[in-house]
């Protein structure tokens, strides 16, 4: 299990993390979503040890992870921008990473060798940017981590290499119990993928749940009444639109609850359907910083 405690970093007086609070389960799949410039990329370098806490802290199974070979052995990490020894070949690598990782797998290096069609004797910088990152998924499992964290991990890949990749760690979630740190704009994905969200903004973690927890208490309904009654009180609403009777919202609350509720004012019409995370992730954010801007050109 991550634990990360009241985690603060500035940089030259700008507070990218603002104490904040996390958890990634064991064996979770753990989707991380913001806005840009939210901290992502700056909580990933603390979990990976490549920076220090100004102040809080950052552990694995109760072990501090900064200035920790042990902890940082079970750890692996692909970032959004791959990056190897300049005109290192997947050869070079493999033998640099089984000199470094006391649990790198020959074995499963010779096995991923099927799903990764590479030559891994060419440099790596020669690569197209959809091959870099399977160079890097390659390398990554060969490690065979108890921790997988990813930045954007799947950007560059074509639809069919996307799909392997995902059989690849979700076999790997599924057999050996590996922990996964997913950062990524692309929610549809994350959605298939994803067990635990967290909402990152401002340094500060909004919200972390599990999925299925967060889709079941905020919901879309679609509801119309006669036009003299208004909408009925003590709603928990994100979002109302409305077209002529017809409202558009989007409530905070149990599905079953607000479908009784809203049932007993009598509308005209009434369905109630789950959002998607990228709904989610929208209004939970909400604001008029996140709000689509209309712009004349």
């Known amino acids: 299990m991550i634990e990360v405690k009241n985690l603060v970093k500035t940089f030259d007086g700008f507070r990218a993390l603002d104490g904040l609070t996390m958890t990634v389960p064991t064996g979770a799949v753990y989707g991380l979503v913001g806005p840009n410039g939210a901290g992502k990329s700056t909580l990933i370098r603390h979990l990976t040890g490549i920076y220090r806490p100004d102040s809080g802290e950052i ?59 590479l030559d891994e004797k060419q440099p790596i910088r020669r690569f197209s940017k959809g091959m870099q990152k399977q160079a890097a998924f390659w390398l990554a499992m060969s490690l065979t981590p108890d921790v997988l964290i990813l930045d954007e991990p799947v950007d560059g890949l074509d639809p069919v290499m996307r799909r392997q990749v995902w059989g690849l760690v979700m076999a790997d979630v599924a057999d050996r119990g590996t922990t996964v740190l997913v950062s990524s704009h692309n929610l549809r994905e994350l959605e298939d993928v994803c067990d635990h969200v967290g909402i990152l903004d401002h340094g500060k973690l909004l919200l972390e749940r599990s999925l299925s927890d967060l889709q079941e208490n905020i919901m879309k309904v679609m509801i119309a009444f006669p036009e003299d009654q208004a909408l009925p009180k003590d709603l928990n609403v994100l979002h109302d639109s409305a077209t002529g009777k017809m409202h558009t919202l989007i409530l905070r609350g149990n599905a079953e609850t607000l479908a009784a509720y809203l049932k007993a004012a009598s509308p005209q019409f009434m369905d109630i359907v789950p959002l998607s995370l990228e709904e989610i992730f929208i209004y939970e954010l909400g604001g008029a910083d996140y709000a689509v801007k209309d712009i004349l050109l």
Do not use: C, H, W
Request: glycine residues 4%; without cysteine.
């Open 59 to 117: 552990t694995l199974d109760g072990a501090p992870i900064f200035e920790n070979p042990a902890a940082k052995a079970r750890i692996a990490y692909i970032p959004d921008d791959v990056f190897y020894f300049n005109s290192a070949s997947i050869l070079d690598m493999k033998r640099f990473y089984a000199g470094v990782y006391p649990s790198f797998s020959q074995e499963r290096y010779e096995k991923l060798r099927k799903a990764f069609d």
